[in-house]
């Protein structure tokens, strides 16, 4: 599954499902997590399924821009 066909998931869910509460979704890009905020078996998970998007930064993680 590729990240343009999660992005297009979102977007559909964001324009129909409204009835009546207030769903919204949150675009994160670019933020900086410190890693004592995460789980390093998380960590190591992200960046097994998703090298692209994570940036060590010492530390911090960065959330990498999405390039499509």
Known sequence: MS????????????????????????????????????????MALLRQEAPEKITDLGGTYRHSPSLY
């Open 3 to 42: 990240a343009a066909h999660v992005r297009a998931c979102y977007q559909l869910v964001k324009e129909h499902d409204r009835v009546g509460r207030m769903a919204d979704t949150q675009e994160f890009e670019n933020f900086v997590l410190d890693k004592r905020q995460i789980d390093p078996a998380l």
